[in-house]
């Protein structure tokens, strides 16, 4: 993965939901610019193929284990990156998942699973590393928020545009109360990007199509979003805290989601 | 980095400030530069100090509001550069009076530069960059395109107007391989804010509300503008970032912040 050598070197970065799509793609795209990188994901297995992919490449990774929505798992986490690269500088919270449903049609359970894991997952990784980073004297945490949920609601899908307004709110709570202690907290609002939760629930025709309504003519790559979160990672973002960054190809600047734009996905329950 | 070798960038309103501040990391990175701007003295000093660090450098001075001004600049840069490969346009003026107080010409003048400007320049540099089906735009819109301050409003409409603008262009220039986005800059230590962060009662004050606990430097500014303008931010058109270290986040802003007399003063 190309990047910007040197950038984010001496930096240690946690990344949650680093085994694949938007999370592996920053892990990558981290370690290329010279971060030491924590590769965490529920699928233990992905994570460490992602270290295993930096490590061959000459970088610095590890990879652990962990369910984002389990408190103690996550205090497990940071002390991985503490014991193995000694602080953490950057935290990436890549790890969500998806769900379709109207209120009705979502269960309480599948409401609060995806609660747990998208926000306080989210609330969960970065409680767990905002006491080491201002001990450093600060770092930058990067969430995930999306094109739904921070700007625009999308039919068929309550409980994760709920998930990651939330998220985007979460985002600019964290970076008021760490902005003295020199953390900067900012969230990417991606638009529809070429991943595998993506490709769960989308045909490649479908998915192709999809990418043709953005104005811009075509989805996201997961390297895109790596490329935003690296530069909020980095000092060149030095000012920027509480922002939520639409990486979307122009998707919210039209009209956000339409029911046209979504029918495919809203078909899936 | 060196993100920008062997690119041409126009920024206007590069005399000084965060547009001067973006011109020197593009030089850095490699880029030739055109500055355009309203002060002929000041952006030819500019330019000079920027030519003595063996940069390319074109200089040239006219009215953003002027179609004829901004055409001919546009022309200028192609002729010695071959094209545009980015445009800045971080040009604006501000006057803060209450609304009840000011004066129609300085409405209509504001309007004129700081949204009329961006149309005239987005307008005459998009036409060269859709004949390469390539070229990133940014935009300096503001936070008060989200947030009122008392006795700014000419400026807060223009700059509200400006996201919109933005987001409504990115529409027609994404079939021609362009991106165009805005970016918000909370208070910045530029001759625009002076008056208010260099008062020695409301800068102190003021700096209380942004948690940052800083007030922003045109750098700060320039490194945003380099990532927007950069392959970095390819999936990134139609949109605003704000960079405001926070001030916005929770922030209200009082007459007294701004060290200007109530109207019932």
């Known amino acids: 993965m190309t990047g910007h050598p040197g950038r984010l070197s001496g930096k240690v970065a946690v990344v949650t939901g680093g085994g694949s799509g938007i999370g592996r793609a920053v892990a990558l795209r981290f370690a290329a610019d010279g971060a030491a990188v924590l590769v965490a994901d529920i699928a233990g297995e992905s994570a460490a193929q992602v270290a295993r992919e930096i490590t061959d490449s000459g970088g610095r990774a590890v990879a652990t284990a962990v369910d984002v929505s389990d408190p103690g798992q996550v205090e497990a986490m940071a002390a991985t990156a503490l014991a193995e690269f000694g602080s953490v500088d950057i935290l990436m919270t890549a790890a969500g998942v998806l769900s379709f449903g109207s209120a009705t049609e979502t269960d309480p359970q599948a409401w609060n699973r995806v609660i747990a894991i998208n926000l306080t997952g989210t609330f969960l990784a970065a409680r767990a590393v905002i006491g080491i980073m201002a001990k450093r004297g600060g770092g930058s945490i990067i969430t995930v928020s999306s094109s739904t949920g921070a700007h625009d609601a999308s039919p068929g899908n309550v409980a994760y545009v709920t998930s990651k307004g939330g998220v985007a709110m979460l985002t600019k709570a964290l970076a008021i109360d760490h902005a003295a202690e020199g953390i900067r907290v900012n969230a990417l609002a991606p638009g529809p990007t070429a991943t595998p939760m993506l490709g769960s629930v989308m045909t490649e025709d479908e998915m192709r199509r999809f990418g043709e309504a953005m104005p811009i003519g075509r989805l996201a790559r997961p390297d895109e979003l790596a490329a935003a979160a690296a530069f909020l990672a980095s000092d060149d973002a030095s000012y920027v805290t509480g922002a939520v960054i639409a990486v979307d190809g122009g998707q919210t600047a039209k009209v956000g989601m339409t029911l046209a734009d979504l029918g495919t996905i809203a078909r899936q329950k | ?66 179609a004829a001004d901004v055409e001919s600049a546009v022309a200028a840069t192609v002729a010695r550069f071959g094209g545009i490969d980015v445009l800045v346009h971080a040009a604006a003026i501000v006057e803060l009076k209450p609304i009840l107080e000011f004066e129609e010409k300085s409405w209509r003048r504001i309007v004129d530069v700081n949204l009329t400007g961006v149309f005239l320049t987005t307008r005459a540099v998009g036409r060269v960059m859709a004949q390469r089906r390539n070229g990133a735009i940014v935009v300096f819109a503001s936070t008060n395109a ?65 948690p940052a606990g800083r007030y922003g430097t045109p750098d700060d500014i320039a490194k945003v503008v380099l990532f927007l303008a950069s392959d970095d931010a390819a999936y990134m058109t139609g949109e605003d970032v704000i960079v405001d270290g926070g001030l916005t986040l929770g922030a209200t802003l009082g007459i007294d912040d701004l060290g200007l007399e109530g109207p019932g003063d």
């Open chain 2, 1 to 66: 980095m060196n993100r920008f070798e062997g690119k041409t960038v126009l920024v206007v309103g590069g005399a000084q400030g965060m547009g001067l501040a973006s011109a020197k990391r593009f030089a850095a990175e490699g880029a030739n530069l055109a500055l355009f701007d309203i002060e002929p003295d000041t952006v030819e000093a500019s330019a000079a100090g920027l030519r003595a660090g063996g940069h390319q450098v074109e200089s040239m001075s006219g009215d953003v509001c002027v």
């Open chain 2, 146 to 210: 989200f947030f009122a301050e008392e006795s700014n409003a000419p400026y807060s409409a223009t700059k509200g107007g400006l996201v919109m603008f933005v987001r409504n262009a990115a529409m027609d220039l994404a079939r021609h391989g362009i991106r165009i986005n805005a970016i918000d800059p909370g208070i910045i230590d530029t001759r625009l804010s002076a008056a208010l962060i260099h008062d020695p009662v409301a800068g102190p004050d003021y700096l209380k509300r942004i």
